[in-house]
């Protein structure tokens, strides 16, 4: 059975940092690309980052420069690091193996004063 559970999100203020993580379990890891989306409360899902299975990254103009994404494939797990954070950037977070169907439950991120 493939999970992806996703980790970290919070309630953040704005100018903050966060890291979220997202284990992956029932796929050889390693073998996939991983990538982060978002979803704000009206909106659709968009894409924010994605790690290659051999570590290349691109992000979103909205968050490049800000964010970088990582991975640790002797422990299963895909990171977002979140700097400089904005009000905009609140949302629910969630991981996803590239180019499959495999999604995690996302997790909760909010930027307030």
């Known amino acids: 059975q493939v999970q992806l559970v996703e980790s970290g999100g919070a309630l953040v203020q704005p100018g903050g940092s966060l890291r979220l993580s997202c284990l992956v379990s029932?796929?050889?890891?390693?073998?996939?690309?991983m990538g982060w989306y978002r979803q704000a409360p009206g909106k659709q899902r968009e894409f924010v980052a994605r790690?290659?299975?051999?570590?290349?990254?691109s992000y979103a103009n909205s968050v490049k420069g800000r964010f970088t994404v990582s991975r640790d494939n002797a422990k299963n797990t895909v990171y977002l690091q979140m700097n400089m954070l904005k009000p905009d950037d609140t949302a629910v977070y969630y991981c996803?193996?590239?180019?499959?169907?495999?999604w995690g439950q996302g997790t909760q991120v909010t930027v307030s004063s």
């Open positions: 790690i290659t299975t051999g570590g290349e990254t």
């Open positions: 029932g796929v050889i890891f390693s073998r996939y690309g």
């Open positions: 996803t193996a590239w180019s499959t169907t495999f």
